[in-house]
């Protein structure tokens, strides 16, 4: 009965890590179609911020909320390290450089 006990409660971490997974991904998608092909759609603005400052936020928010705060926290994991290069750089308001974006990677 102890190996029973022992395997489904592996099962169902495991599930649990995996569902903050695609909780991640899913933000580092979100992420990078927000910076591929939102900043076409409002003709690289002036006036916003960069993406990695709403992943940031998440971040921080997640240690204050009672709902779902893993969720939270691995949602803006993805959503920042989607944006990491302008992080790195510590671009606030401005808009990208027009050059060969792509989908994949950190730019």
Request: aromatic share 26%.
């Amino acid at each position: 009965m102890d190996k029973f006990k022992y395997y489904y409660s592996t099962q169902v971490f495991m599930a649990f890590l995996s569902n903050l997974f695609l909780v991640g991904f899913s933000g580092y998608l979100i992420g990078r179609w927000g910076h591929y092909q939102l900043n076409d759609w409002f003709r690289h603005h002036k006036w916003g911020v960069h993406h990695w400052i709403y992943g940031l936020v998440m971040m921080v928010y997640s240690f204050f909320t009672t709902y779902f705060p893993l969720l939270i926290l691995c949602f803006g994991i993805g959503v920042f390290v989607s944006d990491l290069k302008d992080f790195t750089e510590f671009k606030l308001i401005e808009p990208d450089k027009d050059g060969k974006k792509k989908f994949w990677g950190f730019d």
